[in-house]
Each structure stands twice: as structure tokens, then as C-alpha cells.
């Protein structure tokens, strides 16, 4: 078994400025996985172009924006770190929804009861094509309030899997729906949101 390092990107400051050092950072990258999930979309929905996908994925806009306004705000760092219009990192972030895969990823936790040394043991697996591998990244985000965040994501992605500095932790397995997705927030909106909380306590 042979084992690769992930690219570690380092962000700090404003959702923005966090933006768009990812956008710089891993314009290439990005520009790979746009293109790479347009292709996987369209085994899905016949006849989508890419201004097709881009004009969906426009539709996700105000969801994201009375959700979460500041992420907003982030992915259009992203998009002028890269150079690309902000619709693609809105098709990027809503990837699942234009997408999803029936299988996939498997995750396990250990309460400290049921551990050696008492710790709180987490795990998971992202499975993914051998031809996305490279864009995968690690994510240490450092934000102007709020905890900090490290994160495994695709890149231009702005929610995965990941942990904070307070110790919450999100991991999940994708569950696919046989009926039709609305529109909403996407499911990377959401899993940010959650790495950004202090508690799982609602307030």
C-alpha cells in the first residue's frame, strides 16, 4: 500500500481574503475539478452544457445567501483567485446535488469508554475516482472570528469533512434520494456551517 501526502493550504482572515488565497493557491486545481465533475454531471443529466450547469447552479444563490451570506462572500474570493466566473464555484460547491453517487465513504467513532487511553477515537474514508485524486487538499483555515478549521475537501470546495479547534467534528456517508432534489442550500454550505459552531447545542 502506498501512501500520499495531501497538499496542506493555510488561510486566515476575512471569508473573502480566505477565499481568495484558496482561489490562488489552487487555481489549477480547481480548474481540473470543474471540468472533471461537469463530465460526471452529465452521465446524470444528458444535454448539460457548461452554461446549462452554471445557470443551475446560479439558482442556489439566494438559498446560500439567507443561509450563510459570509460564504458568499468566500466563494467569491475563490472565484477571482482562480479567475473563474462565481457561478463555477457555486456549480463546484453544489457538486452533490448536480451529481450524486449512490456509494460511497464509510465512517466509525469510539466514545472514550472504548478506548485505551480514553480518548474519543473518529474516523473516516472519502472514496474517490483515481483521476480526482489530485484534487484533493487539506484546508487549515484560520478566520477572523469564530474557531479554526481543518478541513479535507476537493478544491474550491468550501465544506467537507474536518474538525475544529474546539473540537467538533463532522463526518458523514451520503445517503441518495430517489425522489427530485429541490433547490436549497447545498450540502457544502451545510457541513461548513456545522465545522464554524463551538457546540452541537442548538442555542
Not at 475544529?164 to 454550505?189: F, H, I, M, T, W
Request: proline content about 5%; glycine content about 10%; charged content about 20%.
Amino acid at each position: 500500500m502506498s501512501y500520499k501526502r495531501l497538499p496542506l493550504i493555510q488561510l486566515s482572515g476575512s471569508n473573502y481574503e480566505m477565499g481568495y488565497q484558496h482561489g490562488q493557491q489552487c487555481k489549477d486545481k480547481i480548474k481540473t475539478l470543474s471540468k472533471s465533475l461537469l463530465v460526471l454531471a452529465q452521465k446524470r443529466l444528458p444535454g448539460l452544457t457548461y452554461e446549462k450547469a452554471l445557470s443551475l447552479a446560479k439558482k442556489f444563490e439566494p438559498f446560500i445567501e439567507e443561509y450563510a451570506p459570509h460564504l458568499i462572500d468566500e466563494m467569491k474570493g475563490i472565484a477571482e483567485g482562480t479567475g473563474l466566473p462565481l457561478e463555477e464555484i457555486y456549480y463546484l460547491n453544489a457538486r452533490t446535488e448536480f451529481s450524486f453517487r449512490p456509494t460511497g465513504c464509510t465512517t466509525f467513532a469510539l466514545a472514550k469508554s472504548r478506548t485505551a487511553d480514553g480518548a474519543v477515537m473518529l474516523g473516516h474514508n472519502v472514496d474517490t475516482a483515481a483521476n480526482m485524486e489530485s484534487q484533493l487538499v487539506m484546508l487549515h483555515m484560520t478566520p477572523k472570528k469564530g474557531p479554526c478549521i481543518l478541513m479535507f475537501v476537493r478544491a474550491g470546495t468550501i465544506g467537507a469533512i474536518g474538525i475544529n479547534s474546539d473540537g467538533l467534528a463532522r463526518v458523514g456517508n451520503g445517503l441518495k434520494s430517489q425522489g427530485y432534489r429541490e433547490l436549497g442550500v447545498p450540502v457544502a454550505v451545510i457541513h461548513r456551517m456545522i465545522l464554524e459552531q463551538k457546540t452541537v447545542k442548538t442555542p
